[in-house]
């Protein structure tokens, strides 16, 4: 057609794109920015990188896909990379990132006998091994130091089942409780929050390995054989989900933080109650810091650590999902992880050591305990009850009763013990226009703070035989997930020393 002009090649107007690895050595920026980045976490993921290198390569020569020649050797600078202390092993980022790294090491020790570690794998799978193999241990650990401070709490508990004191709303004096039932509300979330990590780690003991990049490998049609060897209880069933899943990552960050969110608040009130002020508790002294200008002063320092490490872990939680919500299949979900998810696991297990720590020292002041809640008014409630009861009023009478005898009392410097049968018909005069006529005995036993708590015997109530017996059911609840804590640990050694004897096994033979 006149004027129309010619379809363009496929090349025409623009560049070819390159493609394959460039042939220029990577940007220093890139170095520092980057590989120097990944490098730092090389400490983290050593032990780890070893165990699924070693795996991997017992994997390739059982299938044949590898000499055996080649095999002892990769497996001989692999033992000897297992055997050294990462700060040893020369990890640099001018070599790439950690894998590439030891890859350059590999090399200059065996040659190209070290380029069969490549086989149907790339490098991301390799660390993506070596992370899970570190996440399970802290994860069981975790549940490990969980338990420890449920137990430990468990038992204050029970010991403080008769210390009575005033439980507080708002900082301000409530009901008559106990020390030992206040202790109890924060076993409860830690039991959960273990059978939460307990949840995860069977998520987290399951293997990437065999995945590939995204759909598998021709080379490796069994996944199992890994996944048994490193120990995992089974495989991810999805190869590009096994690559690039971090939902249980972000769970074990969630869950981490909800641990020490439970401990952290428990911080908050023990640091106002071992105030002069208050004078409740003392922290014993190898968990306080002096001040080095105030001679007066023990500060309560390892509360601070407590509930600042609240923030930090929720912290972590927040950075690592705005790292993940880019789309799928991007490196940036995972480089990120392989150091801050296991410096944050290992942040948590030793705050909550410090909480046990401070809990198992921590002394009560019962005497005090007691004489505030006397000299207060925490009998209110039940006294409105006792009124409705006793007089036939409604509830909303009762305590606009109640209320009016409190105000009157508080006024002339009385306590709640002191509220008269007489004190109570003026005020019931004022809101309903008639006198009560209550006995003072059975006034007298309704306003008695350790009547009151006795009476509180349902399931969770403060009773002291209903602490004690929460208290051991917490404790029995305890031990049983740190029994499945230790019982996984012990399963990781023996598979992780099966595996490292049948390297050695396989080095030794070619080497006679």
Request: include cysteine; glycine fraction near 8%; aromatic fraction near 6%.
């Amino acid at each position: 057609m006149s004027g129309s002009r010619p379809e363009a090649g496929p090349e025409e107007g623009r560049g070819a794109r390159v493609a394959g690895p460039s042939a220029e050595a990577p940007a220093p920026e890139l170095v520092d920015a980057g590989f120097a980045w990944e490098i730092a976490d090389a400490p983290l993921l050593h032990h780890g990188l070893n165990l699924a290198d070693i795996g991997h390569v017992l994997d390739l020569r059982s299938r044949g896909l590898i000499p055996d020649v080649a095999a002892a050797d990769l497996l001989g600078v692999l033992m000897d990379a297992y055997g050294t202390d990462p700060a040893e092993f020369p990890y640099d980022s001018a070599s790439g990132e950690v894998y590439n790294s030891r890859e350059r090491h590999f090399v200059e020790r065996i040659g190209d006998s070290a380029g069969w570690l490549h086989a149907g794998r790339p490098r991301r799978e390799a660390a993506r091994v070596a992370l899970r193999l570190l996440l399970r241990s802290q994860t069981a650990r975790l549940i490990e130091v969980g338990a420890d401070f449920a137990s430990t709490a468990a038992e204050i508990a029970s010991d403080h089942a008769e210390t009575f004191m005033g439980d507080q709303t708002y900082l301000q004096q409530a009901q008559p409780s106990t020390f030992g039932h206040y202790l109890l509300a924060f076993v409860a979330p830690a039991l959960r929050d273990g059978e939460r990590f307990l949840a995860a780690l069977e998520q987290v003991n399951t293997s990437p390995g065999g995945a590939g990049c995204v759909n598998g490998s021709r080379l490796l049609d069994d996944r199992g054989v890994i996944a048994a060897d490193l120990g995992f209880d089974g495989v991810i069933a999805h190869t590009r989900d096994a690559m690039w899943q971090t939902d249980v990552f972000i769970d074990l960050l969630a869950t981490s933080a909800s641990m020490i969110a439970n401990q952290a608040k428990l911080a908050e009130d023990l640091e106002i109650w071992s105030s002069q002020e208050f004078d409740y508790v003392d922290l014993a002294g190898p968990f306080t810091r002096a001040s080095v200008l105030m001679p007066q002063k023990r500060n309560p320092y390892s509360l601070s650590i407590i509930r600042g490490a609240s923030g930090v872990l929720i912290g972590r939680m927040s950075g690592f999902l705005a790292v993940v919500k880019s789309p799928s299949a991007r490196s940036d979900n995972l480089i990120f992880a392989y150091g801050e998810i296991p410096r944050a696991l290992d942040f948590t297990i030793r705050v909550s050591a410090l909480t046990t720590g401070v809990v198992r020292t921590l002394t009560v002041n019962a005497e005090r305990m007691w004489s505030e809640l006397e000299r207060g008014f925490t009998q209110a409630t039940d006294l409105a009850e006792y009124v409705m009861v006793a007089a036939g009023v409604d509830y909303r009478t009762a305590y606009h009763v109640v209320g009016r005898a409190v105000r009157a009392a508080s006024g002339r410097g009385l306590r709640g013990l002191d509220i008269t049968p007489e004190l109570l018909d003026d005020a019931a005069s004022e809101v309903c226009g008639r006198r009560l006529g209550l006995d003072a005995a059975e006034l007298a036993e309704a306003l008695d703070p350790r009547r009151i708590v006795a009476t509180r015997g349902a399931v969770g109530g403060a009773a002291p035989s209903e602490v004690r017996s929460l208290a051991e059911e917490f404790s029995d609840h305890a031990a049983r997930l740190r029994a499945a804590a230790v019982e996984a640990l012990k399963s990781y050694a023996e598979a992780e020393e099966s595996l490292l004897a049948r390297a050695r096994s396989l080095v030794a033979q070619q080497r006679r």
